[in-house]
């Protein structure tokens, strides 16, 4: 299953490395992991989703407060909370089909941030669900580039 | 007031209580090495810095005080790497200061440059590359509160030179240290303690599995107790040994792939598992699946490292916290309890299958050791390195009192024991500290033997020699068709003519070195041989030339079960 894990840390160099070692050395998977300053400049939040069962995600748990630099480690998959992921997408296009991904990203309320004899970019936000459908409807037209941010969460209330 | 970096260091290890660095130096410790030899602090110049990180951690296990290592950049500090490896899986607490190319020549491939934060990430608890001089004196002071709290670990301190050099303009060393990530547990919780206490006095069948925890919290007097008052039996890991004392009734000795009989027997059997300090390690479970079927996940595991708890096996009542603490805790609300049909079960068990080796007139390794005990009256401290020697003097040696067995259990680094001794009398001078060694072992930091002689550190060596590589070999003879593959290192009777397999003569070495070098034949030699080397006030080697293809039992085969166990003798 899917975990979402926030995790407060250092904003110091080094510590990303910190933390991308435990999960390769630990032999845990990231599926992805998104890092920033948070209102406080000495602090970073990061988000990482991983996949494993219960014992996995202990580990992963235990083993990320155990780093140093790691202040708070809150698994928020049960929790209630929001996530968002920005996924910049550049779409092969010619005259005839242009009309068609222009309504689509309209009904996803994408936005078009380029777009040239060949190809569109689109710029879409929101949660995995949607992202999800968007690329699939794009898909048959051919993707040349695709950028994502990883997801990032934020718990309600 | 104003102060170099270099100058920083050697205040801040006085400061904290440094009384010797074990090291080597280089061109990018050169500041360093110009305040050293003005300084009060005691200097071993090792002759590999493997050594110098070895016999810090011999130090600190032996002492319970954080070790200090130093080593120059590059070469240098990798050297380091299998030393702080060795500290990070068995706990112990290092500093390890390492010199680095001056900071605008990071990442420039310098000469003699590593990245070795990068390197000692997954194999330090904690490290620190310092960029400004003004940080430098902080540094020191966590990384020694690091060191040695919570589990404890080795610390690396990464000091390019021109940090070395700069100079702080208000140097002042710190007298407290804060550090919001990091604050580890050493009270148990209420809650857990109670429900402990409970499933203790319920138990039929408990058994204490104690590891190197409770040496480290100093927790065995507690554990002691414990087991007194309830009357359960103890089994301790290799790290635990010492942890309880092996000629109390209650001792079961070691447990695991090399443990005894009567101890897998009891863990087999068990109803309730009291893990105080320990970590079900392969060594200790085997087959996971099969391990404790009679416990069903009745299990108190006590430890300050969250992350130990419920990592190999499911464990009912976790207690995070210092061994020492929570066990007072829990035996403050026992009440005394008696589980005679538990222990008539163990002393038949005890009865039936001890630990036995073959006594005849040949040269046994197993003898050496019986009588080194015996002659010693097991008031040494004993380091060994890795293979079957280790294991025979886990058995035939009798602990009884913590720190008294340094061994590298999780790592199992061969070439640890010669240096870990030099540690471990470098900080018990008054003590009698003897490496037993294989002769495959010995080699790997033989170069120490001028470090030891040079510091007039009278280390006894037991070279138990088979000309093999003893362990590898036993493996090879039980599970690959006795295929010896590159483990025999001196020509046998079987070999053809011109075999150029080759050992070094001990004896002749140790007297190169300006040692005292014994060698023992016999078996009847052994005794003399012992006496004579303990009497020796030098640093002695003692090569024992002991029967080639003696194999270490009990063994459970490595991922079977304790019905797979192979009992008996070689």
């Not at chain 2, 900071?103 to 003699?112: H, L, S, V």
């Not at chain 2, 590898?472 to 590159?486: A, T």
Request: glycine fraction near 8%.
């Amino acid at each position: 299953m899917q975990h979402v894990i926030s995790v407060l840390v250092e904003n110091r160099s080094g510590v990303l490395s910190h933390i991308a070692g435990l999960f390769s050395s630990r032999g845990f998977n990231i599926d992805s992991l998104a890092v920033g300053e948070t209102q406080d400049p000495t602090i970073s939040r990061m988000t990482i989703i991983v996949t494993g069962d219960d014992k996995i995600i202990e580990q992963v748990n235990k083993q990320l407060n155990k780093l140093i630099d790691v202040i708070k480690v809150q698994d928020i998959t049960e929790d209630e909370y929001l996530d968002r992921e920005l996924v910049l997408v550049k779409i092969n296009c010619t005259s005839q089909t242009r009309g068609e991904i222009v309504q689509i990203i309209e009904i996803f309320k994408a936005k078009i941030i380029d777009v040239n004899q060949k190809t569109l970019t689109a710029e879409i936000a929101g949660p995995q669900d949607k992202i999800g459908a968007f690329l699939d409807l794009v898909k048959p037209f051919g993707i040349k580039e695709l950028v994502r941010t990883g997801r990032i969460a934020i718990t309600r209330g | 007031m104003k102060m170099t970096g270099a100058d920083i260091v050697i205040d801040g290890l006085i400061r904290e209580g440094v009384e010797v660095i074990f090291g080597f130096p280089g061109g990018a410790v050169l500041d360093l090495f110009d305040r050293l030899n003005k300084s009060p602090l005691r200097f071993i110049l090792v002759r590999h810095e493997q050594g110098a990180a070895h016999a810090a951690d011999g130090y600190a296990r032996s002492t319970g005080r954080p070790g200090v290592c130093m080593a120059t950049s590059g070469p240098g500090a990798t050297n380091l790497v299998t030393g702080l490896a060795t500290a990070y899986m068995d706990s112990v607490p290092i500093v390890a200061i390492t010199g680095q190319v001056p900071t605008p020549m990071i990442g420039n491939d310098a000469f003699q440059e590593a990245d070795m934060v990068g390197i000692s990430r997954p194999i330090t608890k904690y490290n620190y590359l310092v960029k400004n001089v003004n940080d430098l004196a902080r540094i020191i002071k966590e990384a020694f509160y690091i060191a040695r709290t919570g589990r404890p670990g080795p610390v690396l301190i990464d000091l390019p030179k021109d940090v070395q050099r700069a100079v702080c303009d208000n140097y002042k060393y710190p007298d407290s240290v804060n550090i919001r990530s990091y604050k580890p547990v050493y009270k148990g919780h209420p809650l857990m303690i109670k429900k402990a206490v409970e499933a203790i006095e319920h138990a039929k069948q408990p058994l204490l599995y104690c590891g190197g925890g409770v040496i480290i919290s100093g927790a065995s007097k507690e554990v002691l107790k414990l087991a007194a008052r309830c009357n359960i039996p103890c089994t301790t890991t290799l790290l635990g040994l010492g942890g309880f004392p092996e000629d109390h009734s209650l001792a079961l000795k070691m447990l695991g792939m090399h443990g005894t009989q009567y101890a897998n027997y009891a863990m087999h059997e068990t109803d309730l598992i009291i893990a105080v300090g320990a970590r079900f390690d392969d060594r200790v479970t085997g087959k996971i699946d099969e391990f404790a079927p009679n416990a069903h996940g009745n299990v108190i595991h006590i430890d300050i490292d969250p992350s130990a708890i419920s990592k190999n096996i499911r464990v009912s009542i976790p207690v995070v916290g210092d061994c020492k603490e929570v066990l007072r805790e829990i035996i403050k609300r026992i009440k005394p309890k008696k589980n005679p049909k538990w222990i008539a079960k163990i002393n038949k068990w005890k009865k039936q299958y001890p630990l036995v080796y073959r006594n005849d007139n040949k040269l046994r390794p197993q003898y050496v050791i019986h009588q080194l005990y015996k002659i010693t009256k097991g008031n040494a401290i004993i380091t060994t390195e890795v293979g079957q020697h280790q294991m025979w003097a886990a058995h035939y040696y009798t602990y009884t009192k913590p720190r008294t067995f340094l061994s590298s259990g999780g790592l199992g680094t061969m070439g640890y024991g010669f240096p870990a001794a030099i540690g471990a009398q470098v900080g018990n001078p008054d003590r009698l500290v003897v490496d037993i060694a294989g002769d495959g072992s010995i080699q790997m930091n033989i170069q120490e033997l001028a470090t030891a002689v040079m510091h007039g550190l009278p280390v006894k060596v037991i070279i138990l020699n088979n000309r093999y590589l003893g362990m590898v070999r036993q493996w090879q003879q039980l599970f690959y068709n006795k295929n010896y593959s590159y483990t025999c290192l001196a020509p046998t009777k079987d070999c053809p003519p011109g075999c150029t397999r080759f050992i070094p003569d001990f004896v002749k070495l140790a007297e190169a070195y300006g040692a005292v070098g014994i060698r023992v034949t016999k078996k009847a030699e052994v005794i003399p041989a012992l006496r004579k080397a303990l009497r020796t006030p030098r640093t002695v080697f003692v090569e024992c030339m002991v029967e080639e293809e003696e194999n270490v039992f009990p063994m459970i085969p490595a991922g079977a079960s304790v019905r797979q166990m192979m009992g008996g003798m070689a």
